[in-house]
């Protein structure tokens, strides 16, 4: 009985020396996943837009990063561990700005698109009017300029720009699929099929049930 007793001591002994270090690590574990979810979940709050009531409201940080001299274009549809973001830049005694990606650690700097590729200036002003990306990857809509403000479309793909409005523009949306835009341009509302860079104006596939007054439907 005694050693019955002695052996399930030591037993216990054991789970209880496995066991700590094991909730110790899912305890801290569990630690920074709230403080992750915390942080995540200020993000995704303040991308709202309905939350936003100035350009100060928006949230942004600095990253450090450096462009390489013998720099690679991005591919499309390579897949990358961590999320990627679209930035522009200049070297030191360059005219025009070109556009790149990196992660969010700031590191594996890519090429996206030099002003020749783009066909124009790329003019990310603000949030309203920066570079966004197809879900896909392979797409990216963004005000420009090139003598006056246009809406391009650039096929990372082929490395071609293309011109499709005048004007300032931003996507407000995408459909499921992917294939259609949704764009504001100059205020009014449009659908943009990526693939025959068609665009259509909500008012004119709509017009019966569109109030063009306040770029609504009734």
Known sequence: MKKKLLAYSL??????AIAY????????????DKDYQKQLT????????KRW????????WRINASIPEDIEYEVWDEQYEIPRILFKARKSGDFYYHLYSMGIDGKDVKLVATREDFGSDIWPLGYFTRPNRSPDGRYIISTS????FGCTLYDIDKRKGHS?????CFVESWTDDGRVAIINI???????????KELKY?????SQDFDDANNIFF
């Open 164 to 168: 499709f409005a005048s004007g300032r």
């Open 202 to 206: 909500i008012k004119y596939i709509y």
């Open 186 to 196: 100059n205020a009014e509302t449009a659908l943009l099929t990526l693939k025959s």
């Open 21 to 32: 270090p094991a909730w110790k690590m899912i305890k801290e574990k569990l630690a920074y």
């Open 145 to 148: 300029n090139d003598k006056s």
């Open 11 to 16: 037993g216990a002994l054991c789970v209880g």
């Open 42 to 49: 200020s993000l995704v709050k303040a991308v709202e837009i």
């Open 53 to 60: 009531k100035t350009r100060t409201d928006i949230l942004s």
